[in-house]
Protein backbone atom coordinates (compact mmCIF):
# COMPACT_ATOMS: atom_id res chain seq x y z
CA UNK A 1 0.00 0.00 0.00
CA UNK A 2 1.52 3.40 -0.76
CA UNK A 3 2.09 6.19 1.76
CA UNK A 4 -0.14 9.02 1.89
CA UNK A 5 1.14 12.30 1.55
CA UNK A 6 1.89 14.36 4.55
CA UNK A 7 -1.58 16.11 4.86
CA UNK A 8 -1.45 20.13 3.80
CA UNK A 9 -2.57 22.64 6.26
CA UNK A 10 -6.21 23.08 5.33
CA UNK A 11 -7.82 27.26 5.46
CA UNK A 12 -11.22 28.01 3.86
CA UNK A 13 -13.31 31.09 3.50
CA UNK A 14 -16.75 31.89 2.46
CA UNK A 15 -16.38 35.14 1.55
CA UNK A 16 -18.10 36.32 -1.84
CA UNK A 17 -16.32 38.65 -3.64
CA UNK A 18 -18.46 41.23 -6.56
CA UNK A 19 -15.39 40.34 -8.80
CA UNK A 20 -15.08 37.10 -11.17
CA UNK A 21 -11.55 36.62 -11.84
CA UNK A 22 -10.40 34.13 -14.63
CA UNK A 23 -8.58 30.65 -13.73
CA UNK A 24 -5.19 31.22 -15.40
CA UNK A 25 -2.98 29.14 -17.70
CA UNK A 26 -3.21 25.66 -16.72
CA UNK A 27 -6.26 25.74 -14.13
CA UNK A 28 -8.43 22.73 -13.99
CA UNK A 29 -12.20 23.51 -13.85
CA UNK A 30 -14.74 21.40 -12.20
CA UNK A 31 -17.89 22.62 -13.03
CA UNK A 32 -20.85 20.61 -11.01
CA UNK A 33 -24.70 22.16 -12.32
CA UNK A 34 -26.86 20.19 -10.00
CA UNK A 35 -30.48 22.12 -9.80
CA UNK A 36 -29.29 22.03 -5.63
CA UNK A 37 -27.76 25.18 -4.48
CA UNK A 38 -25.27 23.12 -2.80
CA UNK A 39 -23.34 22.16 -5.81
CA UNK A 40 -21.46 25.33 -6.62
CA UNK A 41 -19.42 25.33 -10.09
CA UNK A 42 -15.85 24.53 -8.45
CA UNK A 43 -12.49 25.66 -9.88
CA UNK A 44 -9.21 24.08 -8.77
CA UNK A 45 -5.43 26.13 -8.95
CA UNK A 46 -2.75 24.60 -8.63
CA UNK A 47 0.62 26.77 -7.55
CA UNK A 48 4.13 25.76 -8.07
CA UNK A 49 4.74 28.65 -4.93
CA UNK A 50 2.06 26.48 -2.75
CA UNK A 51 3.77 23.96 -0.86
CA UNK A 52 1.62 22.90 1.93
CA UNK A 53 -1.61 25.13 2.27
CA UNK A 54 -5.11 23.92 0.70
CA UNK A 55 -7.35 27.22 0.86
CA UNK A 56 -10.54 27.26 -0.86
CA UNK A 57 -13.13 30.81 -1.38
CA UNK A 58 -15.86 31.94 -2.89
CA UNK A 59 -15.53 34.31 -6.04
CA UNK A 60 -19.78 35.08 -6.76
CA UNK A 61 -20.81 32.19 -8.11
CA UNK A 62 -17.96 30.09 -8.09
CA UNK A 63 -15.82 28.21 -5.42
CA UNK A 64 -12.18 28.47 -5.59
CA UNK A 65 -9.44 25.55 -4.37
CA UNK A 66 -5.71 26.38 -4.03
CA UNK A 67 -3.82 23.76 -4.03
CA UNK A 68 0.21 22.92 -4.07
CA UNK A 69 1.05 21.70 -7.78
CA UNK A 70 2.70 18.18 -6.88
CA UNK A 71 -0.47 17.38 -5.43
CA UNK A 72 -1.76 14.09 -6.61
CA UNK A 73 -5.22 14.00 -8.18
CA UNK A 74 -6.32 11.08 -5.83
CA UNK A 75 -5.38 13.73 -2.91
CA UNK A 76 -6.80 16.31 -5.17
CA UNK A 77 -10.39 15.27 -4.90
CA UNK A 78 -10.47 14.10 -1.22
CA UNK A 79 -9.05 17.84 -0.41
CA UNK A 80 -11.35 19.92 -2.83
CA UNK A 81 -14.23 18.18 -1.28
CA UNK A 82 -13.41 18.77 1.61
CA UNK A 83 -12.68 22.13 1.30
CA UNK A 84 -16.10 22.95 -0.46
CA UNK A 85 -18.17 21.57 2.22
CA UNK A 86 -16.99 24.04 4.48
CA UNK A 87 -17.42 26.71 2.60
CA UNK A 88 -21.00 25.61 2.13
CA UNK A 89 -21.45 25.18 5.67
CA UNK A 90 -19.71 28.28 6.45
CA UNK A 91 -22.17 30.11 4.21
CA UNK A 92 -25.70 28.21 5.53
CA UNK A 93 -24.52 29.55 9.30
CA UNK A 94 -23.97 33.39 7.75
CA UNK A 95 -24.82 33.56 4.72
CA UNK A 96 -28.25 34.39 2.31
CA UNK A 97 -31.42 32.02 3.06
CA UNK A 98 -30.93 29.08 0.79
CA UNK A 99 -35.08 28.06 0.93
CA UNK A 100 -37.95 30.05 -0.50
CA UNK A 101 -39.10 29.23 3.40
CA UNK A 102 -36.09 30.87 5.35
CA UNK A 103 -35.71 33.97 2.55
CA UNK A 104 -40.24 34.42 3.01
CA UNK A 105 -39.26 34.13 7.09
CA UNK A 106 -36.15 36.64 6.61
CA UNK A 107 -38.69 38.72 4.56
CA UNK A 108 -41.49 39.56 7.03
CA UNK A 109 -38.20 40.07 9.79
CA UNK A 110 -37.01 42.86 7.35
CA UNK A 111 -40.91 44.23 6.97
CA UNK A 112 -40.83 44.58 10.70
CA UNK A 113 -37.78 46.28 11.23
CA UNK A 114 -37.52 48.54 8.38
CA UNK A 115 -40.85 49.33 6.94
CA UNK A 116 -43.46 49.30 10.14
CA UNK A 117 -41.59 51.95 11.88
CA UNK A 118 -42.47 53.94 8.58
CA UNK A 119 -45.67 52.88 7.39
CA UNK A 120 -47.68 51.78 10.76
CA UNK A 121 -47.89 48.39 9.65
CA UNK A 122 -45.93 45.67 8.13
CA UNK A 123 -46.35 44.91 4.69
CA UNK A 124 -46.31 40.84 4.27
CA UNK A 125 -45.86 39.02 0.44
CA UNK A 126 -48.49 36.51 0.03
CA UNK A 127 -44.98 34.26 -1.52
CA UNK A 128 -41.33 35.21 -1.46
CA UNK A 129 -39.23 32.62 -3.61
CA UNK A 130 -36.19 31.61 -5.18
CA UNK A 131 -36.28 32.02 -9.51
CA UNK A 132 -33.95 30.96 -12.19
CA UNK A 133 -35.26 32.71 -14.84
CA UNK A 134 -34.16 36.34 -13.68
CA UNK A 135 -31.05 36.63 -15.83
CA UNK A 136 -31.29 40.81 -16.15
CA UNK A 137 -32.56 42.18 -12.84
CA UNK A 138 -32.29 40.58 -9.14
CA UNK A 139 -35.47 40.74 -7.80
CA UNK A 140 -39.16 41.52 -9.02
CA UNK A 141 -42.34 42.85 -7.64
CA UNK A 142 -46.05 42.00 -8.34
CA UNK A 143 -47.87 44.44 -6.43
CA UNK A 144 -51.46 43.04 -7.14
CA UNK A 145 -50.37 39.27 -6.00
CA UNK A 146 -48.24 40.61 -3.40
CA UNK A 147 -45.24 37.87 -5.11
CA UNK A 148 -41.60 38.81 -4.74
CA UNK A 149 -39.14 36.80 -6.83
CA UNK A 150 -35.28 36.98 -6.13
CA UNK A 151 -32.58 36.08 -8.78
CA UNK A 152 -30.45 32.33 -7.94
CA UNK A 153 -27.51 34.42 -8.92
CA UNK A 154 -27.66 36.49 -5.70
CA UNK A 155 -27.68 33.02 -3.62
CA UNK A 156 -23.74 33.33 -2.89
CA UNK A 157 -23.79 36.79 -2.32
CA UNK A 158 -23.43 38.09 1.68
CA UNK A 159 -26.59 38.14 3.28
CA UNK A 160 -26.69 42.07 3.66
CA UNK A 161 -26.31 42.04 -0.17
CA UNK A 162 -29.56 39.71 -0.45
CA UNK A 163 -31.45 41.88 2.60
CA UNK A 164 -31.48 44.69 0.68
CA UNK A 165 -32.86 43.57 -2.47
CA UNK A 166 -35.73 41.79 -0.42
CA UNK A 167 -36.27 45.76 1.17
CA UNK A 168 -36.43 47.01 -2.15
CA UNK A 169 -38.94 44.42 -3.32
CA UNK A 170 -41.02 44.80 -0.06
CA UNK A 171 -41.47 48.33 -0.34
CA UNK A 172 -42.72 47.93 -4.10
CA UNK A 173 -45.70 46.37 -2.04
CA UNK A 174 -46.75 49.88 -1.19
CA UNK A 175 -45.04 51.65 -3.57
CA UNK A 176 -44.82 50.71 -6.95
CA UNK A 177 -42.95 53.28 -8.94
CA UNK A 178 -39.67 54.09 -7.85
CA UNK A 179 -40.92 57.68 -6.61
CA UNK A 180 -39.10 59.77 -3.53
CA UNK A 181 -41.43 57.80 -1.04
CA UNK A 182 -39.91 54.82 -2.14
CA UNK A 183 -36.67 55.26 -2.27
CA UNK A 184 -37.14 56.85 1.61
CA UNK A 185 -38.64 53.36 2.38
CA UNK A 186 -35.67 51.79 0.71
CA UNK A 187 -32.86 53.76 2.27
CA UNK A 188 -33.46 53.66 5.93
CA UNK A 189 -31.87 50.04 5.40
CA UNK A 190 -28.40 51.08 7.16
CA UNK A 191 -26.04 49.31 3.95
CA UNK A 192 -28.02 50.45 1.45
CA UNK A 193 -25.47 52.06 -0.52
CA UNK A 194 -23.00 49.21 0.13
CA UNK A 195 -25.34 47.00 -1.46
CA UNK A 196 -25.46 48.77 -4.51
CA UNK A 197 -22.03 49.27 -5.09
CA UNK A 198 -21.85 45.54 -4.35
CA UNK A 199 -24.28 44.77 -7.24
CA UNK A 200 -22.95 47.50 -9.56
CA UNK A 201 -19.40 46.16 -9.24
CA UNK A 202 -20.37 42.27 -9.95
CA UNK A 203 -22.87 43.38 -12.72
CA UNK A 204 -19.60 45.55 -14.09
CA UNK A 205 -17.13 42.13 -13.63
CA UNK A 206 -19.84 40.22 -15.39
CA UNK A 207 -20.38 42.06 -18.22
CA UNK A 208 -16.32 42.14 -18.55
CA UNK A 209 -16.30 38.32 -18.49
CA UNK A 210 -19.21 38.54 -21.07
CA UNK A 211 -16.58 40.41 -23.63
Request: with cysteine.
Amino acid sequence: MAQRSRRPDVEAEATASPLVADSPSGATTQSSEQAAVESPKVVVRRSARRKRTVTAYREADTIVVLIPQRMSKADEKVYVQDLVAKVLARESRTGAPRGDQALADRARELSQRYLAPQLGHAPQPASVTWVTNQNQRWGSCTPSARTIRLSHRMQPMPSWVVDYVLLHELAHLVESSHSRRFWRLVNVYPDSDKAQGYLEGFQAAASMERR
